[in-house]
């Protein structure tokens, strides 16, 4: 079974507005760790937020916000007011273990990209 | 410096010879990762260290492939009698406990 699945291969939002790129995770550790990175056509890797399991929280970072859902396993990135530079390939990742504890692998989906139109 | 180097930066190679790619981790970081992405699409991984344990090599395509880490520095990946479905660009990342994954900015392989 896929550990991350990302449905949207693409979607297009128009500048200033909000989208939701969909990310669900699959695992029966209860310690993991989720992540979002943002690859632009430079091909390099920004990571964007990060949430743990047990965080009681969504995440958020500027524009970006983690809607962590453990019930349903998902960890959907919400980027608000939609920049042009924005347009990217978005991952989705999860890495299992907890935060301080031994690393698990870092598990990735497919990826998103993400058209931001003026 | 203080990001993942990764070495060389682009590589251009003949069909069969083989070639090796190394990564610089952040000084500290007891994990690394490497990871294939071929044009347009995403990360497949291939192979990850942590520390002083065994390797996960679940991830290497063929026995063309290894990749070797000494203690908790540099890494190098070989790929032996290299094909053209090689050609993609090789990603190494690097962690520790309380970071998220720091990516280098990648060995673009291409294979003639």
């Known amino acids: 079974a896929q550990k991350i699945t990302q449905t949207q291969p693409g979607m297009f939002v128009q500048e200033k507005e909000a989208v939701t790129l969909d990310c669900t995770y699959d695992?029966?550790?209860?310690?993991?760790?989720l992540f979002w990175y943002k690859q632009p056509s430079s091909g390099e890797m920004i990571f964007l937020i990060y949430?743990?399991?047990?965080?009681?929280q969504n995440a958020t970072e500027g524009r970006y916000s983690l809607n962590f859902q453990k019930a349903r396993k998902s960890a959907n990135l919400v980027i608000s007011a939609s920049q042009l530079g924005d347009s990217a390939m978005y991952f989705c990742?999860?890495?299992?273990?907890?935060?301080?504890?031994?690393?698990?692998?870092?598990?990735f989906g497919r990826g998103t990209q993400l058209t931001v139109w003026p | 410096g203080a990001g993942v180097s990764q070495s060389p930066s682009n590589k251009v190679t003949e069909k069969g010879k083989d070639v090796e790619l190394r990564c610089d981790p952040i000084?500290?970081?007891?994990?690394l990762y490497w990871y294939r992405q071929r044009l347009g699409q995403g990360l497949e991984f291939l192979i990850y260290?942590?520390?002083?344990?065994?390797?996960?090599k679940s991830g290497l395509p063929s026995d063309r492939f290894s990749a070797e880490r000494t203690g908790e520095s540099v890494s190098t990946l070989t790929i032996q009698r290299t094909q053209q479905e090689d050609s993609a660009v090789y990603l190494c990342?690097?962690?520790?406990?309380?970071?998220?994954?720091?990516f280098g900015q990648g060995t673009r392989l291409t294979v003639v």
């Open positions: 260290f942590q520390g002083n344990s065994a390797p996960d």
């Open positions: 695992t029966s550790d209860p310690s993991y760790g």
């Open positions: 000084s500290g970081h007891t994990a």
């Open positions: 949430q743990g399991s047990y965080d009681q």
């Open positions: 990742a999860m890495r299992e273990g907890a935060r301080g504890s031994t690393l698990g692998r870092l598990y």
């Open positions: 990342a690097s962690t520790s406990p309380y970071t998220e994954a720091f």
